[in-house]
């Protein structure tokens, strides 16, 4: 998607292992959220940053943990990875805290914990 | 706890024919109602929001009926194309702290229009 962007898109990592995802934005704004995508779950906030160094915790926290120390980049670090935390992973970013301007999401990160 | 709850969970429509989702909420303090759409492999990508003070929102094909006293939105797709085979999340937004809006996310509905 255009002026955001997620690495690794595939992951297969083993448990107790730390693993970091990377989101990457060019558009400038200032935030940006984490969530991951679950079946019969629907969209999850992980995290949230709104701003260099600012970051909050969302509705699934327990287990994450997240770095923001330029405005373009928003990394995702599961300490110590388990079973759990296999899903698809979504980076979001917006220019506003209000949600109407829409959030534009990055592709996704699918991660695998075998 | 899910605040909002998206139904049906999939949908199968025919080419032209009109999709309904309907999507109920219980927080009064939800005062935005986006609407995404998800292909395959990609991002969400909002498609119509509305506010509570209005009761009908018309862009294109894409309709958002709300019913504020009932707590109820839903989204309507006219004249269904294969196209629009995707999955469709509600959602609800509602003041959290430090002047952030906490989005809350339906389940999502996967849509098949077939020919």
């Known amino acids: 998607d255009a002026g955001i962007t997620q690495s690794p898109r595939h992951k297969v990592t083993e448990t107790g292992t730390p693993v970091t995802l990377r989101c990457h934005q060019t558009e400038n704004h200032r935030y940006m959220y984490w969530y991951r995508q679950d079946p019969g779950h629907g969209l999850r906030l992980i995290h949230y940053?709104?701003?260099?160094?600012?970051?909050d915790k969302g509705e699934v926290s327990d287990g994450y943990s997240v770095s923001r120390s330029k405005t373009e980049d928003f990394l995702l670090t599961l300490e110590s990875a388990t079973s759990s935390q296999t899903s698809v992973y979504f980076c979001?970013?917006?220019?506003?805290?209000?949600?109407?301007?829409?959030?534009?999401f990055g592709s996704g990160t699918r991660l695998t914990v075998v | 706890q899910q605040q909002v709850k998206q139904s049906p969970q999939s949908l199968i429509v025919q080419k032209g024919g009109i999709s309904i989702i309907n999507c109920a909420y219980e927080n009064t303090a939800f005062d935005y109602f986006p609407w995404y759409q998800q292909f395959p492999g990609k991002g969400p990508a909002l498609l119509i929001a509305i506010r509570p003070d209005v009761s009908e929102k018309k862009e294109g094909r894409f309709t958002i009926s709300f019913n504020k006293s009932a707590k109820q939105f839903s989204l309507h797709i006219m004249d269904s194309q294969p196209g629009d085979s995707a999955t469709y999340f509600c959602?609800?937004?509602?003041?959290?702290?430090?002047?952030?809006?906490?989005?809350?996310f339906g389940t999502g509905t996967k849509l098949q229009v077939i020919p």
């Open positions: 959602a609800a937004s509602a003041p959290w702290s430090g002047g952030y809006q906490k989005v809350t």
């Open positions: 940053s709104y701003g260099v160094k600012d970051t």
């Open positions: 979001a970013i917006s220019e506003s805290p209000g949600a109407e301007y829409g959030y534009t």
